[in-house]
Every structure is written in structure tokens, then in C-alpha cells.
């Protein structure tokens, strides 16, 4: 079996979930070294990965390092990449690759240059319910395509640190909701009206940001689509997508840990949702890095770039702006000037 | 419209309810007249029932009377059927037409010298869900038929003082489901086999019956069929019922007051089924009164008659016979002398 | 049994049907007159309708009649109102009662000043579904609430003349669900952005309407709703609510005929949607008469009135304007001088 | 990570299911050596298996082999576990140890007197939602068990050949069913009666087995429990399971693919059930097998031993004795002169 060596950069809560998924699912990687600065040791020894540094370089300057997984501070992800193509390594990096075009346009230049893929984290995109639905609309048998329903809710708001740091609703958490709206329908999103509230926790508001919208976008081909979000789901982190067409309706459910319904005296219980992204998506997380190593072995170019990320921080600019300014945005007219003042 | 002129002879519950039905929803009736030792007058007059009496002479001998629906104590149901039909008055009449052979094949004989229709309450033959299958069945889309699964559970054990008189749960209740079995298949049960159990309350078991079985019987056309009964279900009614064949299963499930679904912190809650066959069987009570009515006018032979009675009860009979001796027992062969010891 | 003597004014698809409703499921109400421009005196006959007449005076003048039901052609509802509440008759009347706030407040003015009852036929306010969603949300349960969803899909879009004449999308269909978003949460709606497409047939274009509409409603209460209306579901008739809030989030799914699940070789098949608003709403469509009639009766005021047309009728407003002018519009601005323009 | 070094005994379908789940799933576990009568040695080597051979001593006599894991063909199981046992290594073995208690008992005696693991794979106890229902009824959740449905189809009949060498439905088929009773209800069976016939294949007849049976079972704890087997379900390969008591019914469904729904003019339509028992069980199979190798580990006993397989196959017995002679037939009358007559 041919097998990638693999170093990883960043090995916070995502960081540790993508490891373990080379580590325990991907006979197909080695998962040489990992640097973070918070590295926990033995977690990483327990692993069996053989470096273990608190300095990134010990992965981007290791010879033997094929490619790297970047999940450091958002706010590096973009000079990780490009020092990451700079030593030949191809790069998987966790969305967001930055939150403004310019650094996403940088990586993608850097990566180019280098000739090395860069993979990013829209795990969506290998979930199976969702794949189902893009075949369905890509197969024809949704018919003409007409509308996309997305439903994402997260069971419970982030703390108010985070909030601040992270780009906001649109360019944190929607971010993935434009591009499965891109990925289902095969179409640009083109305009974009978004209404944001703060029904949740005041303190989202007071730092600047929202905590619950409703994002309508219209499509080249026509189509009108709505993304529902909300930060707190008190039932789990709720993940539903509709594909509606001139053939029909396509419906896909949230997950759920068994089948068994429970008849009692007091009422007919199923079991609840996932309670988290880690949870709901252990498959596709698992899928994209299988997907990411197939790809560089096989020197195929892999489905889901950072072009695709440059696209869904356009189209979450536009909202952000549309919310801000209570009118509809196009996309385009975004533009390169588009900064998220985060 | 042509209205049919109905005398009601018994008003417990049941009685009560059919005679609701006639007064409010089927048009093709009207109810002359009522008969019941306890009769409830003010409940009557509310209705605008013209003759209201303890008497079922009242009901029997009134001249404008064409057709008499029969709710009176089981015991009383052949006798009332032999009076009925020597008036020459069309006879809906609930199960049980008698416990025993003898009774319903003099009250068959009764009807057929007197040339008068008698149907028989055996409601779910008008369930739309019940329907459903048969239609399957019957139009070939089960294929060749393997086996049929009936659940039917009762909400709450009746009082000790019915269960004493209702001749066992085979004759009282799981005779709806004989009934369902040979309704669905269209064959004939050849054996049974019942094993039964006492595990809700023991005074069942000391006034000679049981509240738990499983049934297992063999059809005519070779099928292999299972019934599952129990005197308490927590949750509700527990109605359900597969058609198997080789070419798939049909499956209808529990009815529930909405679709509602409450996604909240302890769990994800649906509508119980419903609390009794009142609520469950509601559209089928009056469809079977509707079609009563219906054949009474056009002059064509009802769809459900005492002959089906009479086979459910010689299967019951079995059954009883079976859960006694413990074996499976021939249904043809409990005969003329089969007695249900009561 | 009191009973009230009501006349039909209009016998068009949707006159028939509640004049059918009157008739075989509302023993409160007995079906004096019936006047229509064209109507079908044997279908009239055959519902033992005394007075079958072409001039609607035969209803308005006769003075046996307490109450009227008009489901005339729209643009008359108003003229009709005055009419009926000016010989003291109690009144439903269907949806719209106009397209303008003009006509509707002379209705309400007139029904004010003769001191009638004037109900609206938002059925959806009677639906068991949508009910228990109220139910639901008023009683706590939901919670805080942040947000509805309406999806109102019609199976076949209605023929270009009716939709020349129909006032538009949202005045003669999502009209509906602007007055079930007042409904479920209680609250006012404040400002609304429409988005509107023709993607189902270009000649519905031509007409000056849309087949395609997300709306987007801020409500006084802070929560965010969304209706998702198209003319064309090839499925049927799409009808689903769901209700959100801190404590979880309730959905109603769509009506299916039968439970019936059928396993076959190419597939897991369950029946479809109804077909259309008589089959889905048929239990609303009686018990929304019912009320009517009960509240005729006591003497209490109807839960559905003009007012409520009249609040919808100026959200359908605001999102004809906002759709024409691609930005959000205030509800309370569309103010007095709102026209629909049709 | 400590690592158990195992070898694999017999690669059939089975064998090879086994082993690639050991390389891919279980990194607690190292596949030194594989043997087989007709081994695929390429198979074999691309998983990295160090030791390829066709005679079983290479297995058995391999110094460094802790476990084996046994899917040889059936009829030498116990004469392998007893080989194994003597050689000091712990042993899986796949379902049937023996069809008859002779050679199952040997193979216990065997593992006791050599002081090794020997654990049997009743896969299912496995399954997370036999498992849930597992919990349900031994935390009380159910209520005290009044019984217990297990719908258990095949999606094709085996092969002919395979069915005269298979020991007949019960032994090969239900076989699973009846442990499964076992390990939900937590009581023995006592008595069982079964109903079998040939509906689906005569060639099946031919070779003196059946094709479908109902098969009751009377338990220790008085409960009444119900099996339903067919070996051909166009539908894909059916596994249900309820659990009823005097608090409620705990219900299992199907597993499929993904939730999505599709709303078509045809029909709604969801994904059909696992194709297969390898499709159905995967997570199953993997977790057997990492249970088994922790136990190894950690010197604890395993929780599904070949005591559990006597007690199935003195079921499986009975319940052939049963459709034979047309009786109940007592569990504990089987006793130690049951032969399976295969």
C-alpha cells in the first residue's frame, strides 16, 4: 500500500479530530509530525506520531513531509499555505482560508506557483446525505432546478471570545451553507438579501455580531434558495437540505443515532440529532481527508479548492454588507474591495 | 335523497356511537326510533329521536322501520337478529353475532328465509388503512402471498367483570383480527396455533382468560400468518398490520392525531397513537354504516355478512381450544360441536 | 338542536364545497337559498336547497335567513358584505375580502355599524396541524419564538386567467400564509423582503406575476420567519409549518393519505401529499363553518375577522412592493395608500 | 498501542470480511498470518499480511500468534477451536461453533481447560440498535418484558447447495434470532413452537429445509416472544426488532442508506434497507471483533461465549423438532441427544 506522509500544523479541536481520522481510518497516510503551540505530547505519542514540536517548522521543513493538514488560527491559515507550497507540500486546509480576498487570492497564487493541491475543509460536500441531493439535481431528477432549502443550526453559541475573532455569522458558520448552495446547485450565487437578528444572547450583539438570519440568494440559473441559521438548537445541531425542482422535491433529514422509537405512556420518542459537526459529519470529515490522499497519490486535481472558498467568502461579504445595509447585494459587486472588518 | 327509516336496538357505548354516526353523518339515513333497558331519554331527544323506549318492541314492531342496527348485550345478538328478520327489517348487527356455532347459523338461516341483508360490525374491513393492503394484496402488488402480521393491543384491560362475560380475548377481541386475516388474504384459516399467557393482571387469569398471545396461523393458499395481542398497551391503540409476498411488504403503522414533530432538549416527541378504537376506527364506524345503508337502498348483498362472523368465530374457537391443550389445532376441525365454554 | 338558516351567495368550486360542508356535516346550519350567476339547479336540488336562484336578492331579501356564506367572484366580496350586512345578516365570507385596504374597511365599517358577525376564511386556523403549532407556541413550549417557516406549495398552477385576475401571488396565494405567520406567532409583521421569480411558466410572466417567492417577514416580536411559496409541486400539494424557538422547534409535515409503506424491489414507496386544498383541508374547511355558525349562535365573536384580512392584505402589499422594488418594505409604511394595482 | 498479533483461519466471504476490518478498523490488532484452502494471495498480501498460506498450521503453530480468529467451513469449527485451544491461543469463531451440542461442548471444554477467550459471533449484540434495545429492557425503561418480535428476511435464498450443507433455517438462519432473544430478554427459552413452509423455492423443500417460518417462543420470565423469517425480501435484507412490556414497545426499523425523501409525481420514495448482512452489520462486524481483541488485552472474559451458541442451537433443535412433529416442543426436553439429522 502506498502511503503519504502527512504533517499537521494546528492541533486544537479540529486538529486532534483530523489526526485521529489519518491516524485510526486512513491506512493510505502516515502521520509523520504534528506542531501546535499548545501541543499536548502525550496525545500526540499516544498516536505514535513520531514529531511532536511546538514550531511549525518542524512539519514545513521536514523533508520527508508529503503534505501537510493545516488547522491553526484562522488568521494564519493563509501564510501557513503559502509557506507550506513554498517547501512543495501539498496542502488540506480547514475553512475559513482567510476571511477577506486578498489572502485567499495569495494562496491560491502560492499554491499554483508551487504546483502543489490545496484541498479545502467543506466537509459537506462528502457527506452522503448531501451527495445524494447533488446527484439528484446534477442526474436530473430534481428536473429544472428551482429552489435549495438549507436548515443549519448549531446546538449551542459559541463563547463571546470566539465570536469576536471569528469573521462573524456570515463568514464563520453560513460560509458553509454558501457553498453547499454552490456545490448542490452547480450555479454562482448572484445576489444575495440577508436579515440577521440577535434573539439569543445580547452579548453577540454587543460584539457585533448576530445570532440568528435568514439569507435568501438568487443563482445564475434562476433559481431562489433560503438558509436558515440559528446559533442555539436546544434539540442538537440540526442540518436539513431541500433540492425542489420542476420533477419534484428532494428532502433530506437530520442524522439520527438509532431508529428505535420508544411508545410510552407519556409520548413516542426518537432519539435526538447529533449534538455536534464533529458528530454529524464523522463520515465526510473521514471521506475528504481519504479523498485529499487519493488525490495527491493519484496526481488528480481534488474536487473542492480554494477558488471555492474565495466564492463563499464573496458571497458572505454580500451578506454581511446586505445585512448590515438592509438591502439586497450582488454578489459581484462585492468585489475585491470587500473586507469583513471583523 | 332517498332516506333509509333505522330503529337502534341497545345504546351502551357502541350503541351510542352508531347511532351518532347515523344521525350526523350519514344524510342516507334517518333514526326513528331507539331501544335500550338504560336508556339516557335526554340523550336521545337531543338527537331528535322520535320514539324513544325501554322496549325493543318500540324498535321491532314499528312499521316505518326498514332497517334495525343491533348494539345489545352480546348474548342477546342472534336472538334479536331472529326477531328482526321475521319483521322483515334489514340488520346491522355488532360482532359478536353468538360465541358459538349455533346461534349464528340460526341467525343466518333467520335472515336468509326472511330475505332481509345482515352485516356484520367488522369495522376495519372499512379502514382506509386496512383497505390499502387488501387492495395490494388483492391486485397482485404484494405478489404471491407469504404471511400477513397483525398487532392489536388494547390500551387498557377491561374490567373483570366484562372479561368474564366476553367469552376470552380470542372470541372478544382477537376475533377482529381472524376476521382481518381472512379480509386481507382472501384464503381460508386452516390451523392455529395460540400460545397465551397471563402477564398484566392476574385476575385475568383467574377469571379463565388471558391477556397476552401470539397466534400463529395457516392459511389455505399456504401462507403463514402471526397475530400479536395484548390487553394493555401504555401508549395507546397499537394497530398495525404487513402484507408479505414475493414481491415486497406493506406496512401500515399506527395513525397519529398530527404529524407534529417537538425537537426540544429531552428528546423528539410525536403524537401517541390513538387512545381506543372509538378514535382509531372513527371514519370505518361510519363507513360501515354508510355502506350498510348503502347495499340496504340499492338492493346488493353487503360486503361483511354472519358467514364472516361465523369463520372468525370457528377460528377463535381453535384458538381457545389451541391455548388450552397447548398444540395446534385443525380449524375444520373444531366443528359443529365447538362450544366456548364461556 | 338550534339551527341557523343560512343562504349561499356564489356556487363556484369553492361554493359547492362549503355549501356541501353545510349541508352533510353541520347539523347547526340548514341551507335555505342559494344565489349564483350560473348555477346548477339539479346539484342544488339534490342538496334539498329550498330557493335556487341566479339573483343573489333571493339570499340577501329573504328575511328567514340569519347568516350568508359568499364565496362570489373577489372583486364583489366587498359590495356583498355591505350588502348582506346592511338586511343584519351574519356573514363568512371567503378569502380576500379585497385586494385594497379601501374595500375591506368598508366592510368592516359596515358589519361594525349593523353590528353582524363578519368571519374570514383563513381555514389554516382551523387546521389540527397548524393548531397544535399555535397551541405550541402560545402555551410556551417553543419557547421564546425566533422564527416560522411556511412552505405553501400549489401541485399545478392555476390557468393564466385566473392568474390575470387573481391579484397576484402573494395577494391571492401566500395571502394565506402572511395570515397564518400572524396566527402562529401572535405577532404583527413589521417589514418584509420579497423575492420573486418565474420559473415555472414564462407566460405567468407575461401576466405580470411570479410562479417562484421567498419571503422573508421581520415581525414586531423580533423573530424572523420565511414563507417559500411556488405554483407547481408535481408531488401535490405541499403544505408545511414549522415553529422555532429557545426550547426547540416543532415541524408539521405534509398530510398523507394512508401510513401505508410499500418495500418493493425498486424502492420504499408512502402516499403522496393531497392533491390539492379541498382534500387537504377538509377538516378545516368544516370546522372553520362550524365556528362560524356556533358563534352566530352564542353570540361571541368570531376568531377570524376582517381585521385579519385586512393585516394581510397589507403584508401581501408591502411584498408585491418589495418583490417590484427588490428592497425591503415597511408593513406600516404600505399605509393607507397601498394598491395592488392588478 | 499494544497490538495482539492475530491469525485468520478460512477466507470466504466471511473470512475476508473479518480480516480487512482487523487491518483497516482495529489498530489494536496486527493480521500475521492468514490461512485458507484456496487462499487469494494477492488479496492476501496487498492487506500487508505477512504469512499467506493454505495449510492451517501456519496459523496454529505460529509462536507469535495470541488470537485467532475461525471462519473455516462450519463443520470443522470445533475441531479448529480445540486445535487452537491447545496451541494457548484466544478464538473467535464465527457462528455455528457446531450444529449439534456434542461438538460445541468439546470446543468449551477444550477453552476452559486451556484457560483461552473463546467468543462467537452472535454479531448483533453488537448493533447499536439492538443494543439500545437491550437497555431498554434491562434499565427498566420497558417495564418487565412481555415480549419480544424479531423480523429477520434474507434479501435472496442461498444457493441449493449451500442449503443442504447449512444445517436448515433454524440452525443457519435463525440461529441469530434465537440468541437475539436471548441477549434482549436476558431469560432463557423454554418452549417453542414452529411453523414453517415452503413458499418461496420447492428446489428448497426438495433438500429438506423450508423458506419461511413463524416461530413462537415461551421464555423463562413468561414472556412470549415471536420470530419471522423469510429467506427471499425483494426489498433488500429486513431486520426489525421490538420490545413490548407493561411500561411500553420499544421498536427498531430498518437502517437505510440516507433519510432523503423524494417527493416525484410517481410516488414519495426513500432508500430501500441494507442490501446484505455485510452491508447491515458493518459497524457490528467491527465492533466484535475490537471487543474481542480488548478482552484478549485486558484478560477480562468476553461477553458472547460458545455457552451462548449451546444454548442457540439447543433452541434452533427444538425449533426443528417443533415443524417436524407439528408441537411445542420444551427447550430443556431437547437435551443432550439432540441431533440436527443435517
Excluded at 481520522?21 to 499548545?38: D, T, W, Y
Excluded at 441531493?133 to 429544472?144: D, M
Excluded at 460560509?175 to 452579548?203: C, K, N, Q, Y
Aim: with cysteine; charged share 25%.
Amino acid at each position: 500500500m502506498n502511503q503519504t506522509t502527512v504533517g499537521v500544523i494546528g492541533a486544537g479541536r479540529i486538529g486532534r479530530m483530523h489526526t485521529e481520522n489519518l491516524v485510526h481510518h486512513i491506512r493510505e497516510a502516515v502521520v509523520r509530525a504534528v506542531a501546535s503551540p499548545h501541543l499536548d505530547h502525550s496525545w500526540a505519542e499516544g498516536l505514535g506520531i513520531a514529531i511532536r514540536s511546538t514550531d511549525n517548522s518542524a512539519v514545513l521543513e521536514d523533508s520527508e513531509i508529503e503534505a501537510v493538514v493545516i488547522t491553526a488560527s484562522s488568521g494564519k491559515h493563509s501564510e501557513l499555505i503559502q509557506q507550506a507550497a513554498a517547501m512543495g507540500k501539498h496542502i488540506f486546509c480547514e475553512k475559513p482560508v482567510g476571511f477577506d480576498e486578498g489572502p485567499i487570492e495569495e494562496a491560491i497564487a502560492a499554491a499554483t506557483a508551487a504546483g502543489v493541491q490545496l484541498q479545502v475543509g467543506f466537509n459537506r460536500r462528502f457527506d452522503p446525505e448531501v451527495c445524494r441531493l447533488a446527484e439528484a439535481v446534477r442526474g436530473g431528477e430534481v428536473g429544472e432546478l428551482h429552489g435549495l432549502r438549507v436548515i443549519n443550526r448549531d446546538p449551542a453559541a459559541p463563547p463571546i471570545d470566539f465570536v469576536k475573532r471569528s469573521g462573524g455569522m456570515f463568514f464563520d458558520f453560513a460560509i458553509h451553507d454558501f457553498d453547499t448552495v454552490r456545490f448542490l446547485s452547480g450555479s454562482e450565487i448572484e445576489e444575495v438579501f440577508a436579515a440577521g437578528a440577535v434573539l439569543i444572547d445580547p452579548e453577540i450583539g454587543n460584539a457585533g455580531d448576530i445570532d440568528t438570519a435568514i439569507t435568501t440568494l438568487r443563482l445564475a440559473n434562476g433559481a431562489l434558495c433560503v438558509i436558515d441559521n440559528s446559533r442555539q438548537a436546544r434539540y442538537g445541531y440540526d442540518q436539513r437540505f431541500e433540492a425542489f425542482g420542476s420533477k419534484g422535491n428532494f428532502v433530506a433529514d437530520n442524522l439520527r443515532a438509532t431508529t428505535v422509537e420508544s411508545f410510552l405512556e407519556g409520548g413516542v420518542f426518537t432519539d435526538l440529532p447529533p449534538v455536534n459537526f464533529v458528530e454529524r459529519y464523522r463520515e465526510a470529515f473521514i471521506a475528504e481527508l481519504r479523498a485529499f490522499v487519493a488525490c495527491v497519490q493519484a496526481g488528480v486535481p481534488v474536487s473542492v479548492t480554494a477558488d471555492d472558498a474565495l466564492a463563499a467568502v464573496r458571497v458572505a461579504a454580500a451578506a454581511k454588507r446586505s445585512m448590515i445595509e438592509n438591502r439586497p447585494v450582488e454578489v459581484a459587486a462585492a468585489g475585491a474591495a470587500v473586507r469583513s472588518d471583523r
